[in-house]
Each structure stands twice: as C-alpha cells, then as structure tokens.
C-alpha cells in the first residue's frame, strides 16, 4: 500500500513499467543480427547501419520529445513514441532490403525518444521532491535494465521458434499494449512551483554557454559507444569467439545449453546486475558529488574491457565482464540526469536531458557502424574494442572539470565579482 511518504508513486511505476518494456525490445536488437544478414546473404555491416541510425534517430529526437512534453503534456509526448515504436517494428517484419530497414529504424528511434529516459525520467523527477530525486531516477533506470534481463531472453526464445519477421510483430504487439500505463502518468506539479519559470530559450541559452553543459555532453559519447557496440555486436561476438569451446557444466549449470545462446544470457547478466548499478548510483548521487562517481564509473569501465580483451575469451569471463559492466552499464544516467536537474533546475530537464542525450546516442551510432563496418574489413572486433577504451578514459578525465552548483548561484556571484 502506498503511504504518504512512499516514493513508489503510480507515476514512478507507469513510467518504469514503459521504459522496462521499452529497453526490452530495444536491447534485443543485437539478436536479428545474424539471422537477417544470413536470410538475405548482406554483409554484417548493411544490419548494423540500421541500428546505428536507430540510435541516431534515439538521439536526435529525445529533445524534441522533452520539449513536446513540457508544452502539450507527458501523456502526449509518450503516446506518440509508443505508437512511431510498434508502427516502425511492424513495417520492418516485412522489409527485405537494407534500406528499408535503415529507413525504418528512424522511425523506431523516434519511437524509443519517446518512451526512454527524456520524457520517462523528466515526468518521474518533476514527480517528486529534490531530497528523493537522485534515488527515484536510479529506480526508473533500473526498470530499464530489468527490460534488458527479460528481453534478450524473451526474444531468443521466439526467434527458436518464430522467423525474425514474426517475432518483430509480436514485439510490436508488447509495445503498444504499454499504452495503458499512461493512466498512471499524472505528474504532481507540486515540485514545479518551487521553481523558477523561465522561457525555454533563455534556459537553453544559458546552458548552451556553460562550459559545464558542454563537458557533460562530451562525456556521455562514450557511454554510448561503449553500449550501443555491446548492445548490438556482443551477441554476435560472443558466439564466434566461444564458437569452439565445448557446452561446459557452468553453461549447463546456468541453463544456456550452447554457446550460440551465451550472447543472450551475457546481454541479460549485464542488464540483471544493471538493476544494482543503477540503483546504487542513484543512492550514492544523494550524499556523495556526482561527477567523481561519474569518473569512476567511466574509468571502471575502462579497466574492465582492458583486461577483458588482453586476456583469453572463455565463457568464465565473458560472465565476469557481463557482471562488472552490468554493475557500471547505465549507472551513468540517474547522475547525469541528477546533475543535469540540479545545475539547471526541472522545469526543462526533459529539454536539456535531451540535448546531452543526443552525444549519447551520436557515440552508440558511431560504435555500431564501426563495429560492423571494421569487422567487415578485419574481420574481428579488435579495434572497436580499443577505441572504446580510448574514449572511456576520455570521459573519466573531462566530468572531473565539471561546476556541479546550480547555475542560477554561479550567475549570482559572477555579477557581485
């Protein structure tokens, strides 16, 4: 039952339920991979350019649906991303060209904008009181990895049994069934009172000068090379490079009956142990300074995929590096989203959010092009992996810089200076 001071609030559980169905499908992904490049004999990299644009298309349309959010309301803004989402997947199920699919999947970009954190975690921290932020958007982020535990697993299931085309229905079915979780996005706007108004152009413009802004947009691209390569080339890798190795007992003893399906068990250890990540970056954001965890975070991440590839691909660690990254996956967003809302307030974090997010989405683009494109040419994943640590510890350096004081108090003692 919910009490007065429970931080379960139906906007909190609405809003997690349709990023966890969201992140579900869109971590899946990775799977069709194989089975459509071998249906149509394309090379890898024509599959892997539709997902890259996907990303893209994420990226670029989240502030769009932050902004259409805050003028014509939430429920709004989510309903028109549910619908592009199950529209895009439903027309793929029948595309048999690589640019019908590249075309398409601008269209499920724009689908998951509008069910993914910009508008989702917007509504959720508008919803609640600054005190209890941090760890609301740690909760809401973690819905997002228990969609990553359940969906790879769900959609490998269908595809032993379904052709791809007809499992794309079925997920496009999933999606629009979340329509009737907008009954619980009624956002408190409370919290919104507090708060200055301002116009969004005056806020955008304060941001865009900041040199603040500009260092979390440029940290966040590699969070999403490194995620959006994992997302769609891991499966693919883990099943070449463990191809060889014989079905052990710690396979068998965990349920994964070969090796070909250890893609999407580790893509679901990393989304299980994403829960934890999540949450406890959302509590530790509550007391401790959100840009040196957000360093830590990075400069972790780097370490692992370091020892991860310098050392024998076994499938002891392969689940060891699906722990560790799980743990420091999207631990990321409840504290860039965190610090984004208290440097530059709430009323247009959907907005602002957005715009950081794009960097996000320009380096998941970047690390599933090249990721198709170098394997292609190389014929393995070896030089992606190592761009990716270049720009990992990029990211730990440039957030150490960051002024994590609300803007509008940074203004105030330039003027008295």
């Known amino acids: ?11 909190l559980i609405g809003g997690s339920l349709i990023l966890l169905i969201s992140f579900a499908i869109r971590s899946s992904f990775g799977l069709f991979q194989i089975p459509i490049a071998d249906d149509f004999l394309w090379p890898r990299a024509e599959f892997s350019m539709a997902i890259a644009i996907q990303n893209l298309a ?13 003028k014509f309301g939430d429920r709004k803004a989510i309903s028109l991303g549910i619908i ?6 439903l027309i793929s199920s029948n595309a048999v060209t690589p640019e019908a699919h590249q075309m398409l999947n601008i ?24 005190e209890k932020r941090s760890l609301v958007l740690g909760l809401t982020t973690a819905a997002g990895s228990a969609g990553q535990v359940i969906g790879p697993p769900f959609t490998s299931a269908l ?25 619980a996005i009624k956002p408190d706007n409370k919290t919104n009172n507090i708060e200055i108004n301002e116009n969004l152009s005056d806020v955008l413009f304060k941001a865009i000068k900041d040199p603040t802004f500009s260092m979390l947009f440029l940290g966040f691209f590699s969070c999403g090379f490194q995620l959006g390569f994992i997302t769609a080339h891991f499966p693919a890798f883990i099943t070449e490079a463990c191809a060889s190795i014989p079905p052990n007992s710690l396979i068998r003893s965990l349920g994964v009956n070969t090796t070909s399906t250890l893609g999407a068990f580790a893509i679901a250890v990393i989304g299980l142990f994403n829960i934890i990540g999540a949450i406890t970056a959302g509590y530790l954001g509550k007391n401790y300074t959100k840009k040196y965890l957000l360093s830590t975070i990075y400069l972790g991440r780097t370490i692992a995929s370091i020892a991860f590839i310098m050392f024998p691909i076994t499938v002891e660690s392969v689940i060891i ?13 409840p504290l860039t989203s965190g610090v984004i809302g208290y440097i530059y307030g709430m009323q247009y974090m959907g907005t602002l959010y957005g715009i950081i997010f794009l960097s996000h989405q320009i380096g998941s683009f970047v690390g599933i092009w090249l990721g198709g494109s170098l394997y292609d040419t190389f014929g393995n994943y070896n030089l992606v992996w190592w761009i990716g640590i270049g720009v990992g510890a990029f990211s730990a350096i440039i957030h150490l810089p960051v ?15």
């Open 321 to 333: 590096f699906s722990i560790v990254m799980g743990g420091l996956w999207l631990a990321t967003v």
């Open 58 to 70: 994420w990226g670029i349309s989240t502030p769009f649906f932050g902004a259409l959010a805050e």
């Open 84 to 89: 592009l989402y199950a529209i895009g997947l």
């Open 1 to 11: 039952m919910q009490t007065k001071n429970s931080i379960f609030t139906p906007v």
């Open 159 to 183: 595809l032993n049994t379904m052709t791809w085309s007809s499992v794309m229905v079925v997920l496009a079915i999933v999606v629009l069934a979340t329509l009737i979780c907008l009954i």
């Open 107 to 130: 269209v499920i970009g724009c689908g998951i904008a509008g069910t993914g954190f910009g508008p989702i975690l917007a509504v959720v921290g508008r919803s609640t009181t600054p």
């Open 403 to 417: 002024k994590e004081t609300p803007i509008s108090l940074r203004l105030v003692k330039d003027t008295i200076k």
